[in-house]
């Protein structure tokens, strides 16, 4: 198939590679004359410009933009997708994103893999980045049966296993597995280096294993990503938030109260809960 | 030498193996026959046994014992560890051992290997495990410096790097990114769990990728640990986690005020501080 790819950051750039390899013939849509001499160089797309244009005879076009893009597309893009194209995101929140592209594309179909590093921009893509990936479709009432046919296959032919659910499930769902994880990793930074203390400050950094490395890693990721989640999903993010303080008050308290059995079982509930949840 | 090893779990058995690969002669004691029988079968030591007077003509004797074994020490066992022989710890606080164990043994030392991982028991230990830790000494006024420097060589000679801290520095240090880590850990997993909603849950669970695998790791390891973490260094980690609740709160408030300036600057900042503290 003729498939466009706009933006060729970690996603984009990653699909290309991996759609190149399954056959599929790529037109890639950068922002700068930059980008688009590293992507000719990184192969990540059979053809990479500029131009909108390039997408006029792609069949599918996948919008691998940040969420505040996809929220305000520019006129030359709209003007430079076919009427009969399907049309999907890549973005980490699917309501308000939906909302916008149903009126804008009627073949519009939101999706959102999940995979991703802590890398960002045109030098991050890697084929193998969605192997065995959870890639949600969300289609609404709206949406045209075949584009979600054909898209499913898509996906599935990239080795990624597909899931469905409403939109509004789905920035439920991530708010809690995927956006809470990085105001918590960021929080815990902040409470290590609020220490006015240089030397205590030093050992702690002589000390971190990988448990601190592990538990923080999603606050160093991309910073504009955190924001747009914060702006585009604020009422399940605050929600997460206020649920998790709830818990963590609850851990304190016994702490607090040298309520050890209760702790006890409660660590043993978590660790449980975490074994038959994560394969 | 002649190294005793009294506990054959993660931390012991990985000693064991590590140190007989290097040419020492390791002696063993485990709690019961059935783990005998286990470490025997993995070469954990050259010697094992339930019996403490295995012991008796030891040069060093490393305790990989849980906290609570550490401070409510056997009869047996103190009877059997010869005058002049070097003891050591591996337990993760070291104020409340070191100050039982300097008043029990003359020539004890804390120690304290940053390295782990989420299993535990005789089947759990690895030769690599130490490969580059680090591992805190945390000698008092009291201690032997000739025992110290010993002891040092031989956790040098583990291709580990010595940090040198006081007994209450490492417990605020480990409570801020060790111990802390943990307690929030477990909140994500219940506040994950909470949800009344099964569909909601199964979708969590279908979504869940590296971000929260990572994030909620620590909330998955020994759990006796984490009661014993909880009871021996109870004020630090209320410390740090009426901190880490500040700052939580910090971000809420953003989010809520959509102060998105100000959002962007403070992820920013913590990402900034992670990669300047993370190797």
Chains 1, 2 share one sequence.
Not at 28 to 33: A, L, P, S, Y
Request: net charge negative; charged share 20%.
């Amino acid at each position: 198939m003729k498939i466009g790819i706009v933006g060729l950051g970690l996603i984009g750039g990653s699909l290309g590679l991996k759609l190149q390899s399954l056959g599929h013939t790529i037109y890639g849509v950068v922002n700068n004359k930059f980008n688009e001499k590293k992507a000719k160089e990184k192969n990540l797309a059979n053809f990479v410009s500029c131009e909108f244009s390039l997408l006029k005879e792609c069949e599918i076009i996948i919008l691998a933009l940040p969420i505040k893009d996809l929220l305000n597309p520019s006129q030359q893009l709209l003007a430079s997708i076919p009427k009969d194209t399907i049309v999907t995101d890549v973005g980490s929140v699917k309501e308000p994103i939906i909302n916008h592209w149903e009126k804008l594309h009627p073949l519009f179909i939101g999706s959102h893999p999940m995979a991703g590093t802590e890398k960002k921009g045109v030098d991050s893509g890697f084929e193998d980045l969605f192997n065995n990936a959870k890639w949600i479709i969300t289609p609404t009432q709206k949406s045209d049966l075949n584009a979600v046919r054909i898209l499913s296959e898509l996906i599935q032919s990239m080795d990624c296993e597909i899931c469905h659910a409403s939109p509004e499930e789905h920035d439920e769902a991530v708010s809690l597995i995927s956006h809470l994880p990085i105001f918590l990793a960021a929080a815990l930074i902040k409470t290590v280096h609020q220490k006015k203390n240089e030397s205590l400050l030093d050992l702690t950094q002589k000390l971190a294993a990988t448990g601190f490395a592990d538990t923080s890693r999603v606050g160093s990721g991309n910073v504009q990503l955190g924001l747009d989640l914060a702006i585009n999903n604020q009422d399940n993010i605050l929600n997460a938030i206020s649920n998790y303080k709830n818990q963590l008050n609850k851990l304190e308290s016994l702490i607090k109260e040298k309520n050890w059995d209760l702790l006890y079982n409660s660590l043993s509930e978590a660790k449980a809960s975490r074994e038959n949840f994560i394969d």
